[in-house]
């Protein structure tokens, strides 16, 4: 049985709207309305927030060491289960402990869900000679957050909190039975490959350290505005949703990003695209605390989204470009160091809130955090101008010593 390029596309792109979008993320929208009633802890949320991102780091291991490829369809299916089935249940206990189970499960399951959707949609997209289709496959987070965003006033009105969490696990339901359908991980008849690797300006391999690192700071930094964005605004925003839209307007601003940087990066080098989008992301998670009011948290939420999936499609873009031999496990190797700084990143802004009863220092730190990332990385930029003769006989000069 064969199906459409776009078939396959749009079952991917549901995927990760489901799991990183909605069983992800819906944890931000529904955050303050946690708080309001029960009464928990900015550093208690900071917690659950790091349980989900520890989970992330658990299926992002597992699925770089252990081969998955003789059992896509099924693992993705049984993924898709437990990210539904952890959503929806959130809303039907009040008990913390329950609570840090299941955000590390639902983590574990978004990472799976990720990776085998992204291997399933881009091999059969490279199959047919549609690898410029794959920006739009990661729109699919920005789809995600958008649902959130959409259905959380109107459930919360009915239903409190609790039926977010359930009425996004229904939702996220309705779109797993495309899934089933759409996306299955029939073998390829006929593989149209294209052995022309475009290897031109990219940096050696003794520059990679500092991609990893950068890399690293991104997750710690971004996840803090990630994680807090609608908590922040619900502070500054007369009605909890007024805070709700300024999360639609991330998931509006992350839906065309991968697409939109992927160009850029083409037009400008992908070293310099990068620290333009970490000296962006930089600037828009402090811009709120520098100029309190609904205007800012607009441009600041427009700049997250469009900024914080593009900077993972320009990063693994480079690492890939670099290593070719070996992407997987560099892929791997950084989404871990990014899955670390994530867990990080809420702990300590969860406590320095809780602290100074305000996410100023937070956010302040995020940005410092960010920025300092895209610093690291501009003595990249002089590698973009070499040529590719010039960077492979710097990698087997590298290689040799």
């Known amino acids: 049985m064969k199906k459409q390029p776009f078939l396959f596309l749009i079952g991917g792109i549901f995927s990760l709207m489901i799991a990183m979008g909605i069983g992800r993320f819906t944890y931000t929208p529904v955050l303050p309305l946690m708080q309001n009633a029960i009464g928990f802890s900015d550093a208690m949320a900071g917690y659950l927030a790091t349980s989900n991102y520890a989970g992330y780091l658990v299926g992002a291991f597992i699925t770089s060491v252990v081969p998955l490829n003789n059992n896509r369809t099924f693992l993705l299916r049984l993924s898709l289960i437990i990210s539904i089935s952890t959503t929806a249940i959130m809303g039907l206990s009040h008990s913390f402990i329950f609570w840090f189970i299941l955000r590390f499960l639902s983590g574990v399951a978004s990472a799976f869900v990720f990776v085998l959707a992204s291997s399933i949609v881009l091999d059969k997209l490279a199959a047919r000679n549609k690898t410029n289709w794959s920006?739009?496959?990661?729109s699919g987070v920005g789809f995600g957050i958008f649902t959130t965003g959409l259905f959380t006033p109107a459930l919360n009105r009915f239903f409190q909190w609790e039926g977010v969490w359930v009425g996004l696990g229904i939702v996220a339901a309705i779109l797993t039975l495309f899934v089933w359908i759409l996306l299955v991980?029939?073998?390829?008849?006929?593989?149209?490959?294209?052995?022309?690797?475009?290897?031109?300006?990219?940096?050696?391999?003794?520059w990679l350290p500092w991609l990893v690192a950068a890399?690293?700071?991104?997750?710690?930094?971004?996840?803090?505005?990630?994680?807090?964005i609608v908590s922040f605004a619900e502070k500054m925003l007369p009605t909890s949703s007024a805070a709700t839209f300024i999360w639609m307007i991330v998931g509006l601003a992350a839906i065309p990003s991968c697409a939109i940087w992927s160009l850029i990066g083409k037009r400008w080098g992908l070293i310099k695209s990068l620290i333009f989008a970490m000296v962006l992301q930089s600037l828009g998670i402090a811009l709120p605390v520098m100029w309190m009011s609904a205007t800012s948290l607009m441009i600041s939420a427009a700049l997250f989204g469009a900024t914080f999936m593009g900077i993972t499609t320009l990063a693994t873009t480079i690492a890939r470009q670099m290593n070719l031999s070996n992407t997987s496990r560099l892929i791997g190797y950084m989404t871990a160091i990014y899955a670390i700084g994530q867990m990080i990143g809420p702990t300590i802004a969860g406590l320095l809130s809780s602290v100074t009863h305000s996410f100023n220092s937070a956010l302040i730190g995020a940005a410092a955090v960010v920025f300092l990332g895209a610093c690291l990385i501009m003595n990249g930029i002089k590698f973009e101008k070499k040529t590719a003769q010039e960077v492979e006989w710097e990698n087997v000069q590298s290689n040799s010593n």
Do not use: C, M, W
Not at 135 to 138: A, C, E, H, N, T
Not at 186 to 200: A, D, G, H, L, W
């Open 135 to 138: 920006g739009f496959f990661y």
């Open 185 to 206: 991980d029939y073998p390829n008849s006929i593989e149209k490959t294209n052995n022309q690797v475009v290897r031109n300006k990219v940096p050696p391999a003794k």
């Open 215 to 228: 890399y690293g700071l991104e997750g710690l930094g971004y996840i803090v505005t990630g994680t807090f």
